[in-house]
Every structure is written in structure tokens, then in C-alpha cells.
């Protein structure tokens, strides 16, 4: 372990990384001292401004110190500090301070808080953990039922998640008094204007700055070369025919390890990330805060933390990733494909699978009225170790894309964020129909051919239904009476997937015992372009702590049920028997309840 109070010997050349370079302690820091910064305000050529003390902060944070600095020099008087510029080192004499990382919104000078150098290097130190470190989760929102099946049965929920994920540990806007980070410019490559604007409050909530961009190639030979003090970095959290990426400013480097930022991007702890050369195409001046338009480069390393102080990472390491496959079938004219990767930290994951997604929608259908997209066969995500999960549904509406991008994104969550143990999504593959039509109906009445049965004999059941600005159809299911019933009366209830979940609500506290379980509840939940028609009889049992406890004696039920009782305990009327179903072209809505006879 290396100390901070020690000198050490890290990069402070751009000709030469592994060049000695001395730091100063936060200690020996005194107001009027004088320096030099580096950063990129055109391309990827590094330059020089200056930089004087003008005080110090102790105690900002529990152990974190902050150097308050004047910048000059370039373009700073007019732009201000830039969005981008977060990371940029800082040297007095030849010792390196620290970097540019904090600033105030509506300054009306270039000033900005140093993260101290011996702060950012002691990141390194939580790269080496005594067991295998423990990643950020995303936690299932409280309403979403034990499981977290509540929100794939309602999809309606997705887009308002989504557009809140960050919340928890949201930045709120800034005054001209509040110090801030610097925020970091996401840029996003090959998505539509009306995607990245519809993303940007939450992302900014999260201190960052979402951008129109474009995108680099891959690694070129010498590429390791351009990552030196000064120069920009990449973050990429997205690569392929659509991208995201953070860019900041290289602190130091020495041999393979790398610094930058001298701040959090979202503080996830470790985590595993792309690391890109960088190029700045242009500076946005602004009143309100000025940001480098810039482009994420050539991939050439990993970022392994993103700490409180910084990013660290190494060169020539490579992320896991999730590769995500996307083919298109329009009801006319050809396929298309798409191709992405995302970041697999088990936080980001899922919100980037839900942008990317809704990115790859939107530029390649209409962005207004209504479409319907269906999961066809072959559309599956993959974990790693367990059975595949077979994705089944069919959303219609304006909505369609947010709920179907939103799906795929939920699941995403819940599989790396379980209970039970780490999981890697090895890959998911969307075939999705496409029409450019609303197709949905409702389901206007049902009967049967007979309301007296016997155990074992078929009951033919048929539907009305009503398909928005067509004629009513009528459809038939069969369902086989069990053998095993005892005479009685059984309740028929025929609808929509959504709709016979809200009738049943019995699973809403279940908690699966372990990954497979939980796959395979997912595996057998309804679907929205499904006929279904259950049979049910009457229940007089509980649903305790997730297991069913049925057709239990009245004044037993009745006192496990008392508010006074410990233990989660949940009535149950009904009890499932027989299910069918049948898939229909449309996104179904309606409910109807029917009455059987089950004689001798």
C-alpha cells in the first residue's frame, strides 16, 4: 500500500508517462501560490494555462480537502471553467497539486476547487480488496412486488422508473453560491434529438450533461500513447451502432494506472467501464456553464473504480460487456440490425439498456402516434449458468417503444441485482415485429357452451372481441375440466394477462427461493396479446411469508389474518384449477367472470 503523505513518482509529461513526477501535499499549500494547468480545448493537443491559489478548504467532506484557484489563460476568460475540463492536473513549481474538479454555476470568473492529488491517488488502494468487491445494485422499486413482477405485469409503470432512476443520488441543480462538481458531457452518438432531450433531466439530476455527439473508431496502434496527463478521456458506458460516453481529463498516469476526472462520474464504487482516448471538436461558451463539445476515441483500457476523488483505471484491460442484438421486421420491406454493447455494472445496466434501446426505436421508426412492436420466437436474454428467458409480448400505442425497450431493461435489473447470487447477462437478442398501426382490442363479453359440467369433460369457451376500428371477432377456447375436482361451483375468468394478475394479486409478496425459480416465474408470466381463460374455485386458505397455506379451517384463516398477528400474511379467495390460452395479433384489454357447475 502506498502512502499519501509520502512523495511519489507518477506521469507529468505527455511526451513521456513514465516521467518522475514529485506531488505536492495539500499541507504546503498557501494562498498566492502560482502553477500551471493541462487540459485539451481543441483536438487532442494538450495545452498549458494558468492557474493561482486564492485559499484552501479543510474538512469539506469527512477527510477530503478542496484548493480554491484561479484559472486564466486560453480560452478560460470567456468560457469560464469548462464542462470536460474536470481532471485536468494542476502543477506548481514541478509537483503536481491536484485537479480541476469543482466550480459554481453563473461565476463570473474562471474559479475552481483542486481535488488534492493525495486524495485522488489513494483510490488505487480499494482496487486490491481482500474479497471479490461488491458492485452498486439497483434496488427494485418497493412497489414492485417481491419478486419485482408487478412492473412486467404493468408495463405503464417502466417509463416513469426509468426517468427516475438516479433520483436516489441526484445532484440538484445549482445555485451560484452552491460549489459542484464539474459535470461531465455524456455524449450521445447515433441517437435522435427527441431520445437524448427526453433523457437529459435525469441524467442531469445525476450530474451530467447529455449531448448530441458523434463517435470514433476502434483502437489504433500507439493509441495508449494519447492517454497522458492533460489529455481527454473517455467513459464509455455504450458501444456499437448506438453509443454513450463521458469525457473529462486525464490526472496523472503512471505505466499502465490512470487517474482522471478528480471527481465521481456517479460514485458506483467498483465497477467496470471503457476507457477511450478523447477529442475535443469545439467549446460551447455559456453564462450558465460552458462544455467542450468532444467525442469519445479508440478504446485502450478498463476504469475499475469511480470513487469520490476519481476514476481509476488500467490501459490494455478489457470490460465485461453485455452484447445486446437487434433485428427489426417491419410488417413491409426488409430487417434491419442492430448491434450494441453495454457497460455490465449491475447499476447502469439496465437504465443504459433502456436508453440504448429507446435510441435504436426511435431512429428507426417514427417518433409520434401509434406503433405496435411484438417480441417474436428467438428473442431471448441469456444468463450465464441458467436457463434463457423467453421474451412474449406485444405493446400498442404511443408507448409502445418506452414499454417495450422498458421490459427488456427491467429484466435486466432484476437478474443482476437478485438476492441470491452475482449473474452476468451473456447476451440479449431481440427480434421485434413492427407495425405502424395501433393494434389492440377489447374484450367485450364471453359465454360457454355449457355452465353444467363433469370432472375431465371440455368446456368450450368463446369471446367477443373488438379490435380498435375493425369488426368484432369471436374466438374459442377449449379448457379440460381436471379430473381431480370435487363437484361444486368454479369461477370462470376470461381477459387480458394485466387484468387477471390485478383479479389475483396473490403473488405480489412471493419471494422466489433462488435464481432458478425466479427465472422461471418469469419464464410463465402472461402476456399482453394472449386470450386467457382460468378456471378457479374458492379458497379459504393464506398466502404467508410467500408460501400458500390453502383451503385452510375458517377460524384458523381468520386469526392468522388479525392485524395483531406477526408474520406477512395475505388472504386468498381463489385458487387456480385449469388455465388456457390463446394468442390473438392485438394488445388485449377486458374482463369477464363466469359462473360452472361441477356435478357428480
Known sequence: MRSAALAFFLCASALSPAAAQEIIPFSEIKPGMKGLGRTVFSGTRVEEFQVEVIGTLEKVAPQRNLILVRLSGGPLQSTGVLNGMSGSPVYIGSRLAGAVAYTWAFAKEPVAGLTPIEEMISVEDQERPAAPPARARAPLPPDAGGAGLAYLKDPSRLPAHFAGYFARGAVQGSTAAALAPIRAPLVFSGFAPRVVEALGPALAGAGLVPVQGGAAGRAAPGSEGRIAPGAGVGIKLVRGDVEIAAICTVTY????????????LLNLGPTDLIMTTASVNGLFPSLQESFKFASAGEEVGAFRQDRATGVFGYLGRKPRLIPVRVELQPAKGRARRYAFDVAGDPFLAPYLIYAALNGVLSNAEKDYGDITLAYRPGSTIQVEGEEDIALKNLFSGELAAPYASGTVAFLAQILLNNDYRPVHLSGINLILGYADELRTARVERAWVSRDRVRAGEVIQISASIKPFRGPAVTRQIDLTVPDEVPPGRLILQVGDGLTLARAEGDDEEFH????????????????NDRLYAVLARSDNGILFQGERLPNLPPSIAQV??????????????YRGVAEEALQTD??????????????E
Open 512 to 527: 422466489p427461493s433462488d435464481l432458478s425459480q425466479l427465472i422461471w416465474l418469469i419464464n410463465h408470466l402472461r402476456s
Open 560 to 573: 392468522m389474518i388479525r392485524p395483531q398477528t406477526r408474520g406477512n400474511f395475505q388472504r386468498l379467495l
Open 586 to 599: 392485438y394488445m388485449l384489454s377486458g374482463y369477464k367472470q363466469l359462473a360452472i357447475e361441477v356435478e
Open 253 to 264: 498516469r503512471e505505466e499502465d494506472r490512470v487517474m482522471a476526472c478528480g471527481h465521481p
